[in-house]
Every structure is written in C-alpha cells, then in structure tokens.
C-alpha cells in the first residue's frame, strides 16, 4: 500500500492517456447554519482545459452554482477559473478560494433541465474563501485488488482526509461567516465520467475524530470495487466490506433514504443516511451522458448526527 509524501500535494507530471486528470476536492458543512456545498479544480491537460466546479447548499433549500471548463496549458498548479486551492503546509494547511459568479437555483431540481436553468435563473457575483486544515490521517482510498479498476478508467491514485474549515462566503448582499468539517480529496490519473457502469461516493463527519469517506464502484461487465475508511475517537480503520441499502425518490429515483453497513475487520456499523438538498447534474462525452445526482446529506450513527455528501453516478 503507497505512503503518500508530501510531494504529493501538488501536481504531478501527465500520463500519455488523453483523459489524464488531476484534481482538488473539498465538501465542507457548518451543522450551526445548516450550509454547506463542494469545489473542485480538475485538470485535463491533455485535452487543455480544467473542470471547475462550486456547488453552495443554502439553509433555505436553495443552491449557488457555478460551472466551467476554462483553457489551461500543462498541469501546472491547482488554479483555473477564478477558483484555486493552494497548499500551505502539506497535509496540514490549505487554503480554497473561489471569485467570480454563481447561478442562483431557489428549486434546485431545476437544473434538470439545464438550459431552463440557465435562461431563467439569476446570476449574482460570488465569493468565498476557506481556511482548510488537516485533522485526520491520509487515506489512500484506491482498492488496489480490484479487478474492477482494471476496466474502469478513473483514478491511478486518491486519498482522502477529514478536515476543519473556517471561512466566509459572499453573494449578493450578504456574507456568511463558516465554520464546520468536511472531507477532501486528491487524484490523479487517467478519467472518463462515462467508464463506471455506476457510482457511489459518500461521506459524514460527526466530529474532529468521527466520520468516514468510501467509494463504490461497479464496472461494465459488474465486477465492484469498494474501498473507504472510519474513524472512530480518532483512531482509523479501513473497510473491508461496504454495504448500501437506498431508498429512492420521485419521478427521477434520486437517492433519498440511506443505509449503510461498514465492515472493518473487527466490527460492522451502521449508519443511516437522510438527503436534505438534491442538486442534479450530468456529463456528456462521447454521446454518452451519466448523471452526477449530488445529495447534502445528515447521517445519524446511533444518535450522532453528522452531514456530508451523497454522489450517485448512473449512466441516463
């Protein structure tokens, strides 16, 4: 299994895959103002652009979105579109910030369709600026036995990391003072939206020393691969099984209700999940389109109750 070191913050020298992506990610949510959302810078410099991503859940059900695919020439920094993720202190310190314009969905279900979204929704200025520090360890979230990522072109490396973040986000007229836990992640390594048959990646934090991150694969021909982490008093576990049991909704079928079994190789915990924000999104290549449905999720774990995020991808 790799130690990732330091270096590994940044970015690294392209593979010759076409689809070669490296990317920063951040979810992040303030359980006193019920806000919370995701960003993420990845670069594509093979293809020459990056995707830029920042999604803000509101306390009223309402969400801030922004989305580009600005030009970038080489892999050079975590920096595109007005958004950047810059590394302080490896491990320990970063610090994300994003300015620019965000579209405003008072019903973000209407994003179904997206050019209804974009012709009728209004745009405001929109920033934000977040202090990220490191509170847990590094986990290298790769199922390096799987041969499911033998067929799936998604990731070469991953790792995750729970996190504290204090900040303020700005839009309109108002600013919001944050503060709150999230989970981030860096990859890199060739990525195709469409290569997955589907997708599950999930993630909660109770506390500074409570929580845990996964993904689910299954790839085209149904061979799964499942790798996560627990934390539990500070002390971290890999999960040897994952078990996910989904209540779904409305027309669409998004993720509603969750449950989920977690098996370390001591113990099996359960938690149950709640989606309280759905903000539905795709990606189209290739004349294939998958759907990103990006759940704002409170879990409960035996009477704790954490938030974190629900992404389900399937293929339309």
Do not use: C
Request: proline fraction near 3%; charged fraction near 25%.
């Amino acid at each position: 299994m790799p130690t990732y070191i330091e270096k590994d913050e940044y970015t690294h020298k392209p593979t010759d895959e076409m689809d070669f992506n490296e990317s920063m990610y951040l979810n992040y949510f303030d359980e006193k103002r019920l806000i919370g959302g995701f960003l993420r810078v990845a670069n594509r410099p093979n293809e020459g652009y990056a995707e830029v991503t920042n999604v803000t859940y509101l306390n009223d059900g309402s969400v801030l979105f922004s989305y580009q695919k600005p030009t970038i020439a080489g892999n050079l920094s975590f920096e595109a579109g007005g958004m950047a993720f810059k590394v302080i202190e490896p491990f320990k310190k970063l610090n994300l910030s994003y300015k620019g314009t965000a579209f405003h969905f008072e019903d973000p279900a209407i994003l179904k369709d997206p050019k209804k979204a974009f012709t009728s929704s209004p745009q405001f200025n929109f920033d934000i600026d977040l202090d990220v520090n490191g509170i847990g360890e590094v986990h290298d979230n790769v199922d390096r036995g799987s041969k499911a990522l033998e067929e799936i072109n998604y990731w070469k490396e991953h790792y995750e990391q729970i996190v504290k973040v204090r900040g303020q986000i700005r839009f309109k007229n108002s600013t919001y003072s944050l503060e709150g836990l999230g989970l981030r992640d860096h990859s890199w390594g060739p990525r195709t939206w469409q290569s997955p048959k589907f997708y599950r990646f999930l993630s909660g934090v109770f506390d500074e020393k409570t929580g845990f991150g996964l993904m689910y694969f299954v790839s085209s021909t149904g061979k799964a691969s499942k790798k996560g982490f627990l934390s539990i008093d500070g002390m971290s576990y890999d999960l040897k099984d994952v078990n996910i049991d989904t209540e779904y909704s409305g027309r669409e079928q998004y993720q509603h209700l969750i449950k989920l079994e977690l098996v370390t190789l001591n113990q099996s915990l359960n938690i149950e999940g709640k989606v309280i924000s759905m903000l539905p999104l795709r990606n189209r290549k290739g004349g294939v389109t998958v759907r990103l449905a990006e759940g704002m999720t409170e879990w409960n774990w035996e009477g704790k109750v954490g938030y974190g995020l629900s992404e389900y991808h399937d293929h339309v």
